[in-house]
């Protein structure tokens, strides 16, 4: 079974420049989450989508950042402008239903903001 | 709010001694419990979890962990370690209503040879 796939694995942008990341997760899980995961730190939940629909994006930046899935499939992140502070690894996940507790989680992508 | 706290950022110990992390949170209802592990260039994977019934939990390579309610604690084990455990593990808790996931911090842990 395919896993978690992300893109890029790397990026090094300007701060006030934008960036996006993209995320397919596993075929048939309804629920798709953004963590960001800064250097030292746990996760931190951005946003969860149930199918196409954004379930919590209580802690998403939504001046800067934004996130959108596309059909309830594919998943895009996107910030702009970026500030040093985004400087961080962005993780997708994906997971069966709401209630099995259990993620599959991607490589993430590891933003570096200058 | 759910919140997660975890004793140590980083732990080294040589094979065969004993691993015990620590694992504490807060929540005002019925908790779902997890331990993901991310070794050294992987993804985040899970280790362990704990949804009801028998609060000591295994999990996979010799890991265990035991839920104490009134404690509000989680903590891991594991009897003998090896060096392929070295890795980062996070506590991560959801409410038993859906599967928002709040992590810990994590612990780094480094097995000597």
């Known amino acids: 079974e395919a896993g978690v796939a992300q893109s890029p694995r790397y990026k090094i942008i300007e701060k006030r420049q934008s960036v996006a990341f993209w995320c397919n997760p596993i075929s048939g899980h309804a629920t798709l989450y953004w963590y960001q995961q800064i250097l030292g730190q746990g996760p931190k939940l951005l946003i969860q989508f149930q199918n196409n629909g954004v379930v919590d994006d209580s802690q998403l930046p939504k001046d800067r950042f934004s996130a959108e899935r596309l059909k309830g499939v594919d998943s895009t992140l996107k910030i702009q402008p970026a500030k040093l502070e985004d400087s961080a690894v962005y993780l997708c996940?994906?997971?069966?239903?709401?209630?099995?507790?259990?993620?599959?989680f991607g490589e993430g992508s590891r933003l570096t903001v200058l | 709010a759910q919140s997660v706290s975890q004793h140590n950022h980083h732990v080294i110990l040589s094979e065969a001694a004993s691993l015990e992390l620590g694992c504490n949170y807060s929540y005002g209802g019925t908790v779902n419990l997890f331990w993901y592990v991310q070794y050294p260039g992987q993804h985040l994977q899970l280790l362990l979890k704990y949804f009801s019934g028998d609060p000591l939990v295994k999990g996979i390579k010799g890991f265990e962990a035991e839920f104490i309610k009134s404690k509000f604690s989680f903590n891991l084990r594991k009897p003998s370690v090896q060096w392929s455990d070295t890795a980062e593990y996070f506590c991560?808790?959801?409410?038993?209503?859906?599967?928002?996931?709040?992590f810990g911090g994590g612990t780094r842990v480094l097995v000597k040879p």
């Open positions: 996940a994906s997971s069966l239903e709401r209630t099995t507790g259990e993620l599959f």
């Open positions: 991560a808790v959801g409410s038993a209503a859906g599967n928002k996931l709040t």
